[in-house]
Structure formats: C-alpha cells, structure tokens
T-cell receptor, first 114, second 119 residues
Framework: AQSVSQHNHHVILSEAASLELGCNYSYGGTVNLFWYVQYPGQHLQLLLKYFSGDPLVKGIKGFEAEFIKSKFSFNLRKPSVQWSDTAEYFCAVKSPAGPRKLSFGAGTTVTVRA | DTEVTQTPKHLVMGMTNKKSLKCEQHMGHRAMYWYKQKAKKPPELMFVYSYEKLSINESVPSRFSPECPNSSLLNLHLHALQPEDSALYLC??????????????????FGEGSRLTVL
C-alpha cells in the first residue's frame, strides 16, 4: 500500500516570500506524483505532475516541484507567493500499475498575507 | 473550467429522502471515480468504475449506490443518509483505470463537486 505524508499542516507567510511544502511517500515501486490545489470554495485543480524524465517539474502559476527518488520526496516550491496563492495544497501519489487509486496527503493550508 | 460536470452543485436532504448526484464527462475517459471530501481534509476514494464496471468499492455503506449508465455518465444514488454523510462529493475521470498506456498521463480530472447537507 502507498501512503503520503505532508509535513506542514498550516503555513502562513507574507506576499513575495518563498514557499516550500514537503511531501514524502512510502511505496517501493514506480509512482506517478501530483500536486493539486484547491482554492477556497473551488474544485481541485492540478498544479503539476511527475511521471518520468527530468525530476524538476514546472507547473502552472509559477509552481515547481522536485522529485528526489532516494528521499521518496516530491516537494512543492514557489519563489515568490501572491495573496491569490491562499489555498489548500494536496500532494498525491499513484502507482501506474494496477487499480488507479490516487492516494492524497492530508493537505497543507497556505495563507498568504498581503 | 473543469471538463467534468457535476449536478447539483448543492443538495439538502432529509435522512429519509432518496436523491442522486450526477457526473458527466465528454473527454472519452474510461475510468470514473467518486470521492468524498470533508472540510479541510483530503478527498477519500469511494468508488472506481473502469469501462462502466465497478472495479473498486472502498467499503462504502450501502446507503450510497453508484451507477455508471454509460462511459460518459456516473451517478451516485443516496438513500437513508446520516448527518455525518454531509460533505463535498467529487467526481473525477481519467483516461483509464489500469496500467498506463501510450499517451495516458494517468491524471485525474475533478469536477467542482456537489455539496451535500443531510439534515
């Protein structure tokens, strides 16, 4: 079975600050990795995904994530946040083989103060 | 805008009512999912349909009954729900539910959800 850990429950920062959200997974095989964002009152949106190739993945809205296989990590980063980045962020992991069960982390609430 | 459409957006029902949530996608995806999400919590998988057949039921109580009439539609029939079933119900779809094939990114596309309140 696979599980996902997000280390930060709630992150509060000011505009223009840099953001890094941690995500670790436990699964021995090949995985597909995702970061989803959920803005207040809105649906889940995909920020970025990793399947193979370059471990540094660039997503929408200036976000990027780095897959470090040896650390089973897929941390999300943004160099300079905006007030509009206030949202819930979910890391998710899926095995490409077998049933498509997407396992979510507990989520990190990010609050950006103007 | 999401390409997975869910109706209704909001639903209030009593514990004795029977209602249904509907989900539709026209991306040609062959896998569809129901998730339940409580406030400030991650989505929890309920059901997975693959090629219109139920492939995963995450031990969901029988008061939730899924149905996949065709490859584009997914319903969730609700009967005799409890107040603790109040949540956001999310539908999602993906190209397939099995092993990734050529061109299959494995990405799940989520709808906006149906917010259910059980009184």
């Amino acid at each position: 079975a696979q599980s996902v850990s997000q280390h930060n429950h709630h992150v509060i920062l000011s505009e223009a600050a840099s953001l890094e959200l941690g995500c670790n997974y436990s699964y021995g095989g090949t995985v597909n990795l995702f970061w989803y964002v959920q803005y207040p009152g809105q649906h889940l949106q995909l920020l970025l995904k990793y399947f193979s190739g370059d471990p540094l993945v660039k997503g929408i809205k200036g976000f990027e994530a780095e897959f470090i296989k040896s650390k089973f990590s897929f941390n999300l980063r943004k160099p300079s946040v905006q007030w509009s980045d206030t949202a819930e962020y979910f890391c998710a992991v899926k095995s490409p083989a077998g049933p498509r069960k997407l396992s979510f982390g507990a989520g990190t609430t990010v609050t950006v103060r103007a | 805008d999401t390409e997975v459409t869910q109706t209704p957006k909001h639903l209030v029902m009593g514990m004795t009512n029977k209602k249904s949530l509907k989900c539709e996608q026209h991306m040609g995806h062959r896998a569809m999912y129901w998730y339940k999400q409580k406030a400030k919590k991650p989505p929890e998988l309920m059901f997975v349909y693959s090629y219109e057949k139920l492939s995963i039921n995450e031990s969901v109580p029988s008061r939730f009954s899924p149905e996949c009439p065709n490859s584009s539609l997914l319903n969730l029939h609700l009967h005799a729900l409890q107040p603790e079933d109040s949540a956001l119900y999310l539908c999602a779809s993906s190209q397939s539910a099995g092993t990734s094939g050529p061109g299959d990114t494995g990405e799940l596309f989520f709808g906006e959800g149906s917010r259910l309140t059980v009184l």
